[in-house]
């Protein structure tokens, strides 16, 4: 903690500084990824199926150790502290809680024993005031009273997120908080994201296939393919770039593209 | 037919059936958190019993004095025999995990038969009453007592699950241990508290059957008879431990009656718990190890 204030106001809260992440020894799945997420923002880091966008959240929560990968190159650093090397919970404690792909609640809990447990490494006796907090965000969960595996999909990731706000961190890493939802729900989510990081000033590094909703929400955002950022930039410059509203948002140039130009921005991307 | 006997031995099959529900649900609850089949349970009964018979004997000790001290004991007990005999087991193939309890059993029956020896001692006497009657039947009051322990035992089992932070954590490793430790609780802490209370509460059942029968090396078979109960009861469902334990406790004493009146077979009492679990072995095969065929709806 004590590092965390000599950090200068424009150091990111959290650095990943060219990371390599390998599977079981052999499988290589990052190869050379830095990222930089500043004190209070939204970075999304966006990219198709299997491009490692799970993997890099893995690596920050520590959550990777579990799968049997291991961070092989570079260094993460959370508020000034080095967390590639701890394990999960102890990153937890340091402030930096991760949203899981696919919600994953307790399904045989309550909605309230879910909430009580995102406060597990908490000592205060503010827990039940909390519960209360994120009640205010999520209306509807307070409603529900049986076990949380009967809820809705969409409240289920509300329960999910709900349950990182207990642990008061300091940064949330959601991992495609719109999997699995209706553009309606997404919506909701997506509101209520922006919602948390204005009033909380908790900043979230997002993931998502969605790129149009995480684009709208995120101040800066990073693109991932086969492992390596292939494009970075802030929110206007990603929106406005062409092969951006191309392959991510849908549109782009009016003429369509031919095969020949396709092929030019994948050899264009390689060299980024 | 001797409806008296009949009657006293259902109700000493229920208090002995708590007692396998209490021994049953630290069993399920190793189980549960830890994916281990602890083949050792038994032998928690033995050193807690003998422990605490030590306490009482060698060192004089006032009983509640003792067995505080020995739920004490037992718990750096089971702590300890998880972080360093079970945790480097982790990751291991299962039945590498089950031989390694199966040596835990066979090594502490014969540490305790070294240290204490080989024949059965019984307690100094703990309650100025032998029996009490109720409702015109002898019922020892150590039963009575262990009765009200076991309901004891139950109640804070279900507490502690509904209500602690711990049981809470306890119940989220058990679900799924990636997501516990995405929410900061550490695997390894659920891991050793999961055997240290195993090991607390079996002592508890331990001592308590050691003062009705006296300690000896048949305690540890409790840990067997364990196996009906939990199967029964559907191997990770704490509840179906408790009536599983009930329902092999009166099963036996049933048994038992219907071997002395009619059959003269003998020794029912021992092999009717053990016929049950072949027959439900008989249709779930996979019931003992096959996790991925067990469904809670």
């Not at chain 1, 992440?21 to 290589?28: L, M, P, R, T």
């Not at chain 1, 207990?166 to 719109?178: F, G, Q, V």
């Not at chain 2, 030590?54 to 067995?67: E, I």
Request: net charge neutral; aromatic share 10%.
């Amino acid at each position: 903690m004590t590092q965390a204030v000599q950090l200068k106001p424009e150091s990111p809260i959290l650095s990943i500084n060219n990371i390599e992440v390998v599977y079981d020894d052999v499988i290589q799945v990052l190869r050379g990824v830095s990222i930089d997420v500043p004190q209070g923002e939204i970075v999304t880091l966006l990219g198709p199926n299997g491009a490692g966008k799970s993997t890099t959240l893995k690596a920050i929560s520590g959550l990777l150790k579990t799968e049997n990968g291991e961070v092989s190159r570079g260094d993460i650093h959370f508020m000034g502290e080095r967390i590639d090397t701890q394990n999960a919970s102890d990153v937890v404690r340091s402030g930096l809680f991760q949203v899981m792909e696919g919600r994953r609640i307790i399904e045989d809990m309550s909605v309230i024993e879910n909430l009580k447990l995102g406060a597990y490494t908490r000592h205060d006796g503010q827990v039940n005031q909390d519960i209360e907090m994120v009640f205010n965000y999520f209306p509807r969960l307070k409603e529900r009273t049986g076990l949380a595996g009967y809820l809705s999909g969409g409240e289920q990731q509300m329960l999910a997120i709900g349950r990182a706000l207990m642990a008061r961190p300091k940064m949330i890493c959601l991992d495609e908080p719109s999997m699995g939802l209706s553009p309606l729900l997404v919506k909701e989510v997506f509101g209520i994201i922006e919602k948390i990081n204005r009033e909380q000033g908790i900043t979230m590094l997002l993931v998502e296939q969605n790129a149009n909703y995480a684009l709208k929400a995120a101040n800066y955002g990073y693109i991932m393919e086969s492992g390596k950022i292939v494009l970075d930039g802030s929110k206007a410059q990603l929106l406005n770039n062409e092969d951006v509203k191309e392959f991510y948002l849908g549109g782009g140039n009016e003429t369509r593209k031919s095969f020949k130009n396709l092929k030019s921005y994948k050899r264009r991307k390689r060299w980024l | 037919m001797n409806f008296e006997l009949l009657l006293q031995l259902i109700i000493n099959g229920l208090i002995v059936g708590l007692l396998y529900g209490v021994v049953g649900m630290c069993f399920v609850l190793v189980y549960k958190s830890t994916q281990i089949v602890n083949f050792a349970q038994g032998e928690f009964l033995l050193v807690g019993a003998w422990v605490c018979w030590a306490f009482l004997t060698y060192f004089q000790l006032p009983f509640f004095l003792g067995f505080i001290l020995t739920l004490c004991f037992m718990a750096a007990f089971g702590v300890l025999l998880q972080m360093i005999v079970l945790r480097p087991m982790i990751g291991e193939p299962i039945i590498s995990v089950i031989m390694v309890t199966i040596g835990l059993s066979i090594f502490f029956q014969s540490l305790t038969k070294w240290i204490f020896g080989v024949s059965p001692q019984s307690y100094p006497q703990v309650f100025d009453t032998q029996s009490v009657a109720i409702f015109g039947l002898n019922i020892e009051f150590a039963y009575l007592m262990s009765t009200v322990i076991a309901l004891l035992i139950m109640v804070s089992f279900f507490l502690f699950f509904k209500y602690s932070k711990h049981g809470l954590a306890m119940r989220a490793t058990a679900f799924d241990q990636q997501v516990a430790q995405s929410l900061g609780i550490s695997v390894k802490q659920v891991f050793a508290m999961s055997w240290g209370i195993a090991a607390t509460v079996s002592a508890t059942a331990g001592v308590v059957i050691g003062m009705v029968n006296g300690v000896s090396d048949s305690l540890s078979s409790i840990g067997i008879k364990v196996f009906p109960a939990v199967i029964l009861g559907g191997l990770d469902s704490i509840v179906g431990a408790i009536v599983g334990g009930v329902v092999i406790g009166v099963l036996e004493n049933v048994a038992e009656f219907f071997d002395s009146q009619y059959l003269h077979i003998g020794n029912m009492y021992d092999i009717a718990p053990f016929y049950v679990l072949l027959i439900i072995l008989w249709f779930k095969p996979y019931g003992l190890f096959g996790t991925r065929d067990i469904e809670r709806i």
